[in-house]
């Protein structure tokens, strides 16, 4: 069985939608995603504590590229060893 992909805009809408007062349960049997998975996005896309105006998938993205370029930064100081003059 192969598994459903949904867009960011789709999520966020669904969690929109439950902050305006639908139901999860609601929400579920109309665009038949399970519970499970719509508290997930709630979680997700709900402003983290003690960070102002960002969701946890933001701040996992920005983790995410802070990993990315702290491993550039390892790569660029191994290539001035190699290439600096003696």
């Given amino acids: 069985m192969r598994k459903k992909r949904y867009s960011s805009d789709f999520k ?4 929109k939608q439950y ?9 579920s049997s109309e665009y ?6 719509i508290y997930k996005w709630i ?15 933001e701040v996992l993205t920005v983790q995410k ?5 702290k491993q550039e930064v390892d ?4 290539a001035i060893t190699i290439f600096a003059p003696k």
């Fill in 43 to 57: 979680k997700l896309y709900s402003p983290v504590e003690g960070v102002v105006d960002m969701t946890k998938a």
């Fill in 19 to 27: 902050r305006l007062g639908t139901a999860v349960s609601k929400l």
């Fill in 12 to 15: 966020l809408e669904l969690v």
């Fill in 65 to 69: 590229e802070n990993e990315r370029l």
């Fill in 32 to 37: 038949g995603i399970s519970e499970v998975t």
């Fill in 75 to 78: 790569i660029f100081k191994k």
